[in-house]
């Protein structure tokens, strides 16, 4: 009888607990790191976004922007699944030098980190 009782119980309680789990999937962020030359992290550099390099070359066309914190990084949320140019400016020094893009397209639920010098 108890482990009738006992089985009883066991399976009433794993019907109950077998709800279905969902995930919600999470946009595409991109963390970018602003450093000098001398690997100094850059505070307040101002960071923008943009889904081409002609957008990038004529400062068109900003998908998004901001400015880096105190460890000179800043993070974007909500981006679509495609490779992105950035323009990092501080003062006088800008990543121009180069062209600055994510090295591929960004992945739903992945957080890309790209680290870019300033000049």
């Not at 794993?14 to 000098?36: G, N, R």
Request: proline content about 1%.
């Amino acid at each position: 009888m108890n482990k009738f009782y006992f089985l009883f119980i066991f399976f009433f309680i794993m019907s109950h607990c077998s709800e279905k789990i969902t995930y919600a999937d999470v946009a595409p962020q991109l963390e970018i790191i602003v450093k000098t030359e001398t690997g100094q992290l850059v505070s307040r550099a101002q960071v923008s976004l943009f889904e081409t390099e002609d957008d990038w070359i004529n400062k068109t066309n900003i998908v998004q922007s901001g400015e880096t914190d105190g460890q000179g990084c800043i993070l974007f949320s909500d981006l679509d699944e495609i490779k992105y140019y950035f323009l990092a400016v501080k003062n006088s020094m800008t990543n121009r030098n180069e062209v600055s893009e994510t090295n591929e397209v960004l992945k739903v639920n992945v957080k890309a980190i790209v680290e870019t010098t300033i000049k």
